[in-house]
C-alpha cells in the first residue's frame, strides 16, 4: 500500500511538473492626446503646446494551460480605480479575458494628459475640460484595443529572467537638515543637508519573451524599476525615460520587441542628484536617464535565466484605508485657499493640504477601498499591484518577504489615490505626508496584504 502511494504520487508529481505550452503576446497602442490637451502632474494648467515622443499603452498576454493574464504598462500619470474598472471591463468584453486576471499600470510620467478623477482638483489642471473630459472617455478603448491585438499575437514562447544593480541613478528626495527637519527636494548643493531620509531601491527587474523556436526571436520585455519619471520639464507630450528605454531596447533587440516599464515604490524618489550643480530637466536629461537605464539591462541580457513557468495564477483583495483625519478648521482654510487658487494667489504647500481635505471632506472620511493584485507565473515569477505612489521602505519590504525569486511591483497601478508613504513618514511631514490621504499605517497594510497573497500563490 505504501509503495503504491508513493508510486501515485510520484506520478502526480511528474504530471503537474510538466505544464502546458507557454504562448505569449504583446502590443503596443498609440495614445497620444491631442495638442492642446491639458498635462497632468501640477497644481496648474498646463496645455500641451506639441509632441516631442508619443505615449503608448503596452500589452502582454499570456497564456497557458487555459489561463490567461495580462499586463497593461500605460505612458501616463496615473488613472483613476474608475478608469481601470472601465477598461477591464472593455478588455473582458472585447478578448474574453475575465478583468480581473488584467492588471494595469502607469509609468507616472509627468507630460502626458490628465484624466477626470472625480476631485475638486479636476477644475484647477483642466482635467474637467472638454479634451480632459473626453480623453478619459476613450481610454478604456484604447487599452482594450492595446491587449485585443497582444492576445491576437499569441504564440509559442520562452520566459527569461534576471536581476541587475544601477546605482547613481535614482535617489531619495527627502533629506534629513542640520535643524533636524526632513526637507523634500532641497536646493542643490545645500550646505544644511544632512543625509538622505531614506533608502533608494538600486535593482532592475527584467523578465524577457522569446519565441521559442531553435533561433528564438525577441517578444517583448517587461522592466521594473523605481524612479520618478518626472525628467523631461516643459508644456511638450513626452513619455519621459521610460520612451528612451524603449527605443533604446528597440535598436538592441530589434523593433519587433515591445518593452513594457512598471515603475517600482518611488514615491519618494526621483532622479535628482543634490551633489551636482548641473539642471537636471530637460528631454536632453531624459534622454540621458534612459540610455542609462538601457545600458544596464542591455548589460544584463547575459545573465537571463530561462524560467518554468505555468498557468497563471491571480489572487487579489480589496483593502480598505483610513481616510487622514480632517477637522472643521482645516475645511474652512482648505475653501479658502481653493479661493486664493482660483485667484491666482495659491501656494504650494497649502495647495497640496487644501485638495487633500477637499477629497477627503467630499468623501465623508470615509476609508478607500483599494486593490492589491497579485499575478503568479510558475514558482519563480510574481507581479504585485499597488493603488499609488508607494514608498520605496514598503516595496522594499515586501521584495525581502516574497518567496517569489522574481517579484515585479507596479505601483499606481489598478487605480491610485496618491502618495502612501510608510509610517515614520507621517511624523517627519513635508509634501508627500502632506498630500497623503490615507492615514499613517496604510502602506503597512498594504505590505501585509501583498506578502499575504504572494504566499497564498506560491506553489510551496
Known amino acids: 500500500m505504501c509503495s503504491l502511494l508513493l508510486c501515485s504520487l510520484l506520478v502526480l508529481v511528474a504530471a503537474t511538473s510538466h505544464a502546458g505550452e507557454l504562448r505569449v503576446g504583446a502590443a503596443a497602442t498609440v495614445i497620444t492626446p491631442e495638442v492642446g490637451t ?120 520562452r520566459a527569461l529572467a534576471t536581476k541587475t544593480r544601477i546605482e547613481n541613478l535614482a535617489y531619495n528626495r527627502r533629506f534629513w537638515m542640520e535643524d533636524g527637519t526632513v526637507a523634500w527636494n532641497p536646493p542643490k548643493l545645500e550646505s544644511r543637508i544632512v543625509a538622505p531620509a531614506g533608502p533608494h531601491d538600486p535593482e532592475v527587474g ?12 525577441p517578444l517583448a520585455i517587461y522592466v521594473n524599476y523605481a524612479m520618478h519619471p518626472d525628467t523631461t520639464g516643459g508644456r511638450k507630450i513626452s513619455a519621459d525615460y521610460p520612451g528612451v528605454l524603449a527605443r533604446a531596447l528597440s535598436l538592441a533587440k530589434g523593433p519587433e520587441m515591445v518593452t513594457l516599464f512598471a515603475n517600482g515604490c518611488c514615491g519618494n524618489l526621483n ?71 482660483r485667484a491666482g494667489k495659491g501656494k504650494f504647500m497649502a495647495q497640496v493640504k487644501a485638495f487633500r481635505v477637499l477629497d477627503i471632506d467630499a468623501r465623508g472620511g470615509k476609508p478607500w477601498e483599494v486593490e492589491v493584485q497579485v499575478i503568479a507565473l510558475g514558482s519563480d515569477v510574481a507581479f504585485v499591484s499597488l493603488p499609488g505612489e508607494i514608498f520605496v521602505e514598503l516595496g522594499l519590504a515586501i521584495k525581502a518577504a516574497s518567496p517569489f525569486k522574481h517579484t515585479y511591483i507596479a505601483e499606481l497601478a489598478n487605480g491610485s489615490i496618491g502618495y502612501i508613504p510608510d509610517r515614520k513618514a507621517y511624523a517627519q511631514g513635508n509634501y508627500e505626508p502632506l498630500s497623503a490621504r490615507c492615514a499613517a499605517g496604510s502602506g503597512e497594510q498594504l505590505v501585509e496584504t501583498a506578502i499575504r497573497l504572494l504566499r497564498e500563490l506560491h506553489p510551496q
Open 38 to 157: 491639458p498635462l497632468a502632474g501640477y497644481y496648474s494648467l498646463r496645455p500641451a503646446e506639441g509632441v516631442l515622443d508619443d505615449l503608448f499603452a503596452k500589452a502582454l498576454v499570456f497564456e497557458q494551460d487555459g489561463a490567461t493574464a495580462a499586463l497593461v504598462a500605460l505612458d501616463l500619470l496615473a488613472f483613476s480605480r474608475t478608469t481601470a474598472l472601465a477598461a477591464r471591463e472593455a478588455i473582458e468584453k472585447e478578448t474574453g479575458i475575465p478583468g480581473a486576471h488584467v492588471m494595469l499600470s502607469a509609468t507616472h510620467q509627468h507630460t502626458g494628459p490628465v484624466l477626470t478623477r472625480d476631485s475638486p482638483r479636476d477644475d484647477l489642471d483642466g482635467a474637467s475640460s472638454a479634451p480632459g473630459t473626453e480623453y478619459t472617455r476613450r481610454l478604456p478603448g484604447l487599452i482594450a484595443q492595446a491587449v485585443r491585438e497582444a492576445q491576437a499575437k499569441l504564440a509559442p514562447a
Open 271 to 341: 532622479h535628482r542628484n543634490v551633489w551636482w550643480a548641473d539642471p537636471q530637466s530637460s528631454p536632453q536629461e531624459t534622454a540621458r536617464l534612459g540610455n542609462i537605464l538601457a545600458g544596464a539591462v542591455c548589460a544584463a541580457f547575459p545573465q537571463l535565466g530561462e524560467i518554468e513557468t505555468s498557468a497563471p495564477r491571480i489572487r487579489h483583495a480589496i483593502v480598505r484605508l483610513a481616510s487622514v483625519e480632517i477637522s472643521e478648521a482645516d475645511r474652512v482654510e482648505a475653501r479658502e485657499e481653493l479661493q486664493r487658487t
Open 206 to 217: 527584467m523578465l524577457h519573451f522569446t519565441t521559442a523556436g531553435k533561433t528564438p526571436a
